[in-house]
């Protein structure tokens, strides 16, 4: 199965199947949500049925993470700091998978994946007028949420966030978050894959990830 992206100059947006993969294909647009180069934000979904018509799977797209004002600079050239650079079909795999063979939990759940443009894990809120970077991580997590619970999440009898590395740390960074949005009778869970990063000492004798996340912090 694969999804496409599609584009919009309005939020929130009505989607468009497309036949072929049978598939919904959204943008989550929102004043001042956008990538770090200003472009828009996007995400695929693949809408369930059956018994998991109700379930949702929203899985935060990893990438690593840009730390400074220059390779934030890069990054916004490539797909994980611009949706200019996204591909516009992208197979559903693993635990996005439609396939009750390959993904016999979640198959038949909607299945979010939302792309990762902020380069801060979905946590920054702020721009660097002078380099035109923007870091809206915060505010793509925030208008992605409210749009995905006006698609019929906010119905949702179980619910689960997930990613993998960068993803994965939003994932935990989020899932508090993601909890509130919901009444307690709506089973929430959050699933990290790789995405703790231990503040310790490496094999080089030094703290390679405190200065990492350092960086991030003091840029975004």
Not at 16 to 32: A, G, H, P, R, V
Not at 141 to 160: C, D, I, P, R, T
Request: charged share 20%; with cysteine.
């Amino acid at each position: 199965m694969t999804c496409n992206l599609t584009y919009s100059q309005t939020f929130p947006i009505v989607g468009e199947i497309n036949s072929l993969f049978n598939c919904e294909c959204l943008l989550c647009l929102f004043f001042c949500t956008v990538c770090l180069d200003g472009t828009l934000p996007g995400y695929h979904l693949h809408r369930g049925y059956g018994f998991g018509a109700n379930s949702w799977l929203i899985q935060l797209e990893g990438g690593g993470w840009c730390n400074s004002v220059r390779s934030c600079i890069y990054r916004k050239t490539t797909r994980r700091g611009s949706s200019k650079y996204m591909e516009k079909v992208i197979p559903f795999t693993g635990i996005l998978s439609n396939k009750a063979e390959e993904n016999p939990d979640f198959f038949n759940w909607n299945r979010i994946k939302l792309r990762y443009c902020d380069g801060a894990s979905f946590t920054g809120d702020s721009q660097d007028e002078a380099s035109k970077l923007y870091y809206r991580g915060q505010r793509i997590w925030s208008a992605a949420m409210e749009h995905f619970m006006s698609l019929g999440m906010k119905s949702a009898n179980q619910v689960l966030l997930s990613g993998c590395s960068a993803g994965g740390l939003a994932s935990i960074l989020h899932c508090d978050e993601f909890g509130a949005l919901f009444p307690r009778s709506t089973k929430v869970k959050c699933l990290s894959d790789a995405g703790l990063f231990l503040d310790a000492v490496d094999v080089s004798g030094g703290r390679t990830l405190r200065s990492l996340y350092g960086g991030v912090v003091s840029t975004q």
